[in-house]
């Protein structure tokens, strides 16, 4: 890699492979790894590739299947096909795969030739790709490792997005947002919050061709729209829906490998009650002015801090806190609201790569911001979802509104009866 | 264990844990790991459990949830929850777990106490629990673990189904029945092979309440259905239907843990052609004749033979095959028409566990019957799926039909331009 651009050396990546369920021989739907997807775009699995340096030449290396896979899971495509479907150089297997990437290295200064691999902690998951993808068999003993210049360039070509890759997203975007609009439609008290579940997939799959969603559905209504990631096997979307509900709808899905992150929220009622109202209008707003302030240059901490800023406006009209509002923002009440982050880089994954990376700013430890899964400064081609929010969570008010607590002083002790509503949304 | 279900000792058994798409933080919704639902039901991720030999008590183990947990995944819910809701005697959190193993090895003959944990090789994918879900963690130093007893035993559990087992079982099947009726009104020529399936699952995540599926819909249409495992990632349920089209919907949805397994062949233009008709007749007769044949007592081996034997009188009748049909059924030319086993056990797994295990009959070296999942002798209790099939599949009929084939005197060489049609339907 080096400054110039122009070292010599192999860059060695490896695709997803198959996985089983625990040790049966159930395979779910295979989804490639995401680097590979937005390199190669390469749908099968268990494939490897290779880029020589200084050329850009690329190799894709697939796997050689036996004949009788083509009695189980159809024509075997050949290597011509992979080249030309892929764009890549040339297509070997994988059984050639040190070969290749020895004669490769080796042409060049052999004992000095690296490979490099990805591998870098994901600051929303701290796992490491070269852990759970280790690509010790496509390394020819003796080689060079570099695993560390390779995953910041790597994120770094994630964050800003392509016109082409701007077009896909829009259009799962599009998809996601139909489908929410049909699910609004068709939501009624007495229904379980798993059928607008199967309402929104079936949208997207039916009349958007997509199969893979962004995300678990979370479909939280009443009390559990206070539940940040209700929708989990322990809380699988089961309520039954009443007419006094507000439904929190975070659905988003996925489309040639791009994800799209929408939540709607709205009452079940058609008609918000005039506390329902108060906490819609306030995060409609924080997002109508934070959608009005982004641009190329300005810190997303700074558009969190505006979302706190303009929520705790519209609480403190509501009579919900009270005291002087740059001391509640000093004294970070906005967290016990909103203790998400405001929103994320967007792209192959849902939360995408790049928020934190060496030369990008470090995450705060305030409460809040710290949940904030980038405080990079805006650039053009970084898409961001948008994702203000105001909720009444048992967990964070009771503590708050305790003797001895700092936040105390602000609230009013009615707002723990409040209801749990919230609306967010998605934008790039 | 042995051979008194006397002994003194403890089985250690882990749940499944939560897993991430490679390095991000995306997590598929959760899914018991088969045993573990099997023997507890327990639907959160990241358990473990105990049980005292020979007493029989019963100790679940939770993750003990850090307080935000609370705003992100909703309540924690307290031993006493689990405790009432899964009917175990005792409810421990998981860092108490090497803890009360220890106590519950010692407290018997301390040195030859063994731990037993569930170790041996899944006759359908090959892999071990031990090695996909390791215990060691769950393991006092010095313990004696035996990994040899507990998995056939186990496995044995889960063959012969309750009374409460195949209730559930019946609803699955009646929601996959249901489901399956719906997408054979909506189909028709002009959708996607994808839209089958998402009006599929719509039904059974929507009517049904069913969020997992037993296995990747297969929606194979025309050609596709001479693709036995069609439908994944690489080969996506993406072919426009034609109205000449046979379709062949292999979809079931998953209840309660408990899986269902439907295929339907049908034409979409709603009239059989002369040839669809021949091959469909031939699957239905198969099928009707094997639920008329299956009882306790009888060998699966025997009815995956009376298939052949039914198809190929068919087959014969039609002028497909030609010769004499025992000299066929002596070379084995149902294989080419039906490479696949004729059905499987059924169960918390889609091909449930139990199939081969030292005490039953060993698996087939004969082509075909090699395929068969299970060879044993029916016994009541036992549920398996009875799916014969008839396809026109190049890569087995073009070597069949080769010159040298021991196959070729029976083929017609007609049979090669026969569009690929089959029929298969599930029971108990
Ligand atoms: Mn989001
Ligand atoms: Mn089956």
């Not at 070969?99 to 042409?107: I, K, N, Q, R, T």
């Not at 810190?299 to 969190?304: F, G, L």
Request: with cysteine; aromatic share 10%; proline share 5%.
């Amino acid at each position: 890699m080096g400054a110039a651009g122009h070292a010599d050396g192999v860059i060695l990546l490896r695709g997803g492979a198959e996985v089983y369920r625990y040790d049966s021989d159930h395979e779910p739907v295979f989804r490639q790894e995401s680097y590979f997807a937005h390199l190669f775009g390469v749908k099968e699995p268990d494939c490897w590739a290779m880029i020589e340096l200084p050329s850009g030449r690329s190799t894709l290396f697939i796997p050689k299947l036996a004949p009788e896979y083509a009695i189980w899971m159809g024509e075997i495509k050949a290597p011509s096909w992979f080249e030309q479907h892929y764009g890549v150089d040339a297509v070997l297997f994988v059984n050639e795969l040190q070969a290749a990437v020895g004669g490769a290295v080796g042409s060049a200064t052999p004992s000095q030739t690296p490979i490099y691999i990805l591998s870098g902690t994901n600051s929303d998951s701290g796992l490491d790709l070269a852990t759970v993808l280790p690509i010790t068999e496509g390394v020819p003993a003796g080689s060079i490792v570099d695993s560390r210049s390779l995953y910041t360039v790597a994120a770094e070509c994630r964050v800003r997005k392509s016109t082409e890759e701007v077009e896909v997203m829009r259009y799962a975007a599009w998809v996601s947002s139909c489908a929410h609009s049909s699910v609004m439609r068709e939501a009624r008290a007495g229904m379980l919050e798993y059928q607008l579940e199967a309402l929104f997939l079936f949208h997207c799959a039916f009349h958007g061709g997509c199969r893979h969603q962004a995300y678990t559905c979370i479909c939280a209504c009443g009390p559990d729209g206070a539940v940040l990631h209700y929708g989990h096997a322990g809380a699988p979307n089961e309520r039954q829906l009443l007419e006094t509900d507000m439904a929190l709808l975070d659905m988003g899905c996925e489309y040639q490998f791009y994800a799209s992150d929408i939540t709607c929220s709205f009452p079940l009622s058609d008609e918000f009650s005039a506390d329902q109202r108060v906490v819609y209008e306030a995060v409609l707003d924080s997002q109508r002015q934070i959608l009005n302030a982004m641009r190329p240059g300005v810190p997303w901490s700074d558009m969190h801090r505006l979302m706190w800023r303009v929520t705790l406006t519209h609480l403190s009209k509501a009579g919900l806190v009270r005291g002087d509002l740059e001391a509640m923002l000093e004294a970070n009440v906005g967290y016990i609201f909103t203790p998400h982050g405001l929103g994320h880089l967007i792209g192959i994954d849902t939360h995408d790569v790049g928020g934190y990376l060496p030369h990008t700013p470090k995450r705060s430890d305030v409460n809040g911001l710290k949940r904030l899964r980038t405080a990079r400064v805006l650039e053009a081609g970084m898409v961001l979802t948008v994702e203000p929010g105001c909720y009444f969570i048992d967990a964070l008010l009771e503590p708050a509104l305790a003797e001895g607590s700092a936040y105390r002083q602000y609230l009013v002790p009615e707002v723990e009866v409040y209801d749990s509503l919230s609306s967010v949304q998605q934008d790039d």
